[in-house]
């Protein structure tokens, strides 16, 4: 008797030893505003400690990761990374092993993914590219985002798979989703439409308080692109820097730091002279920009200019169908030649 007693437990715990967790259930079953030590809780059998590494950049720690989370070949050991202050669930990462044969690793974790989540909805592709060479390819699903990267140097290669909770009930820009239909939006906003191109929704609006033109740009139908066009008018042109640094500062209380955020000269005859910045924009010699890449959508705030006129716009690009709107930006400029 003390044989089978002893037989099933070194059966159960080899059992909660060796027990594995599907990738997709995983994920799913994640919530998270969890803290790190509600979280650990949830997967007592398969929790580990891990070297504590800080994030200063990202405001984030890692202490422990849970084990056997399996994704079609891969058994993957995925790290919690939290909050610094909170301690709540910031994301989730996992790396998949790179060998010579990285793009075929790639090639199949992209389908085992693609085989529980359907097509990707982004998909950067720069592996061709000279310098930093990549792939990132993007789902959503209920309440998180789960993002596959392969990044290739020169002396090492990393495929890692990245999720962090997302809301897909958010809009892109104002009322509208990326995708949406001109009659949505049309319906959405409720206003008169001033444009007379069919692809553009155009109407009046003040943002920050400032006058401007909103623009709603589509193809095929597909709500692509949106901007504000900042129409007000300045009689001192160095005021126009001064909204734009109100509006940088706006957006980065939203969306968190600019990727990018400096003047650029292209003619530095004022460059010297910071009262004639503004002339400088309008002549055309500075351009001011500021990036953002968020989630879905890609932020550009621009003051620039050309014979002493100044154009001031937000815009907003989705990441989804970027292509789409860069091929229709071809067929016009290819019509006018």
């Known amino acids: 008797m003390k044989k089978v007693i002893i037989s099933i437990l070194v059966l159960a715990f080899w059992q909660i030893g060796f027990s594995q967790t599907p990738f997709k259930d995983f994920f ?128 090492k290669t990393f495929i890692r798979i990245h999720a962090e909770e997302h809301d897909n009930n958010a809009n892109d820009f104002r009322v509208a989703k990326w995708g949406d239909s001109m009659a949505d939006v049309m319906a959405k906003e409720g206003k008169e439409n001033l444009s007379t191109s069919p692809d553009v929704y155009m109407f009046h609006d003040i943002i920050a308080g400032m006058d401007c033109a909103v623009g709603y740009v589509f193809v095929n139908d597909k709500l692509t692109m949106a901007k504000y066009l900042l129409n007000h008018k300045h009689t001192n042109l160095n005021d126009y820097i001064s909204d734009y640094n109100m509006l940088v500062g706006l957006l980065t209380k939203k969306y968190g730091e600019p990727y990018h955020n400096s003047p650029v000269w292209k003619n530095t005859l004022f460059k010297n002279d910071p009262s004639n910045y503004g002339l400088a924009i309008s002549s055309g010699h500075l351009v001011y920009g500021a990036k953002w890449n968020l989630d879905k959508t890609t932020i550009d705030v621009i003051l620039g200019g050309e014979n002493y006129k100044i154009d001031f716009q937000i815009q907003y690009l989705s990441k989804q169908y970027k292509d789409a709107q860069s091929s229709k930006q071809e067929k016009a400029t290819l019509d006018m030649l």
């Open 28 to 155: 799913d079953s994640i919530n998270w505003s969890d803290t790190e030590a509600q979280f650990i809780q949830r997967w007592p059998g398969q929790v580990t400690n891990v070297n504590h590494f800080y994030n200063e950049y990202g405001k984030f720690t890692t202490d422990y990761a849970i084990t056997d989370v399996q994704l079609g070949e891969w058994n993957l050991q995925v790290d919690v990374n939290v909050n610094e202050d909170s301690k709540t669930l910031k994301f989730l990462s996992a790396s998949i092993p790179a060998d010579k044969e990285h793009m075929a690793i790639m090639e199949k974790a992209e389908q085992c993914l693609t085989a529980l989540y359907g097509n990707p909805e982004i998909i950067e592709d720069e592996l061709k590219a000279q310098f930093a060479q990549y792939k990132n390819v993007k789902w959503y699903s209920g309440n998180y985002s789960l993002e596959l990267s392969i990044n290739i140097y020169p002396s």
